[in-house]
């Protein structure tokens, strides 16, 4: 089974940053497959935030982080990572990797003064 873990969350004063990492174990050929960062507000839908492709590479953002938050990979680590600068109140989530359907334990992410 897919399995992926998120950590890096915390609580940061708007304008912070935090780096968010995940480790992405049963998952052959990991550099093959495009992963995604997504997000959730408690009682609102999951708002998708940004997608690393796998093969040849390159990346998509919501309009909501773009030019804000930096996705990477490290293939030979199994690992994706979101870089997320200039937060603000409203990128308040639990964010979590996923891999097509698939979504680990997310990580809580709290900007507020």
């Known amino acids: 089974d897919v399995q992926l873990q998120a950590s890096g969350g915390g609580l940061v004063q708007p304008g912070g940053s935090l780096r968010l990492s995940c480790v992405v174990s049963g998952l052959e050929e990991f550099s093959e497959y495009g992963m995604s960062w997504v997000r959730q507000v408690p009682g609102k839908e999951i708002e998708w935030v940004s997608t690393?492709?796998?093969?040849?590479?390159?990346?998509a953002y919501a309009d909501s982080v773009t030019g804000r938050f930096t996705i990477s990979r490290d293939n030979a680590k199994n690992a994706l990572y979101l870089q997320m600068n200039d937060l603000k109140s409203e990128d308040t989530a639990v964010y979590y990797c996923?891999?097509?359907?698939?979504r680990g334990q997310g990580t809580q992410v709290t900007v507020s003064s």
């Open positions: 996923t891999y097509g359907p698939v």
């Open positions: 690393a492709y796998g093969g040849s590479g390159g990346a």
